[in-house]
T-cell receptor, first 112, second 111 residues
Framework: ETGVTQSPTHLIKTRGQQVTLRCSSQSGHNTVSWYQQALGQGPQFIFQYYREEENGRGNFPPRFSGLQFPNYSSELNVNALELDDSALYLC???????????FGPGTRLTVL | QQQVKQSPQSLIVQKGGISIINCAYENTAFDYFPWYQQFPGKGPALLIAIRPDVSEKKEGRFTISFNKSAKQFSLHIMDSQPGDSATYFCAASPYGQNFVFGPGTRLSVLP
């Protein structure tokens, strides 16, 4: 059984640029959630996708957007990058109706 | 109301000792309370979780104690080992949806 995978591992962008992060969910899991973890803090919920539809959103601006594909993999897109977007971006998958969320290793984004 | 408070911010324990981390919440809609362990550069890993219909759950050296009336829950790590040195996060979830995480506790277990 393959766990949650994310790509890329690290990414460096400049202010104003756009970035796309990718996540493959654990086998059998159809729900994907994205979190932002700033250095020294707990993860903050961005949004969740189920059946290719957004199924809940945290307190993040519209320049944070996402997609889920028929194979349940997902993308997180961030437009007009700001310095404060520098963080570890985590993807978590869960089976529908299940409470557990299993996290990937994250993508470390640095905005210069 | 969505906040989860966690203490202490950091904790130093001798090998073989008991590590105790506490969390508190306000939102009564929360019905799932997991604990995650995170090593530097890694994603959080699920350790143990509890639902509000039980007051305690034990898995190996890890125990969650849950006090529904006080809206508090805690993680106890028995016989703490240097390999347990990591950051621990409590979280709470309403009906299996998005998790609200505490700010984390950095645990150091001295050999």
């Amino acid at each position: 059984e393959t766990g949650v995978t994310q790509s890329p591992t690290h990414l460096i962008k400049t202010r104003g640029q756009q970035v796309t992060l990718r996540c493959s969910s654990q086998s059998g899991h159809n729900t994907v959630s994205w979190y932002q973890q700033a250095l020294g803090q707990g993860p903050q919920f961005i949004f969740q996708y189920y059946r290719e539809e957004e199924n809940g959103r945290g307190n993040f601006p519209p320049r944070f957007s996402g997609l889920q594909f028929p194979n349940y993999s997902s993308e997180l897109n961030v437009n007009a990058l700001e310095l404060d977007d520098s963080a570890l971006y985590l993807c978590a998958s869960s089976p529908r109706g299940g409470h557990e969320q299993f996290f990937g290793p994250g993508t470390r984004l640095t905005v210069l | 109301q969505q906040q989860v408070k966690q203490s202490p911010q950091s904790l130093i324990v001798q090998k073989g000792g008991i590590s105790i981390i506490n969390c508190a919440y306000e939102n009564t809609a929360f019905d799932y309370f997991p604990w995650y362990q995170q090593f530097p550069g890694k994603g959080p890993a699920l350790l143990i979780a509890i639902r509000p219909d039980v007051s305690e759950k034990k898995e190996g050296r890890f125990t969650i104690s849950f006090n529904k009336s006080a809206k508090q829950f805690s993680l106890h790590i028995m016989d703490s080992q240097p390999g347990d040195s990591a950051t621990y996060f409590c979280a709470a979830s309403p009906y299996g949806q998005n998790f609200v995480f505490g700010p984390g506790t950095r645990l150091s277990v001295l050999p």
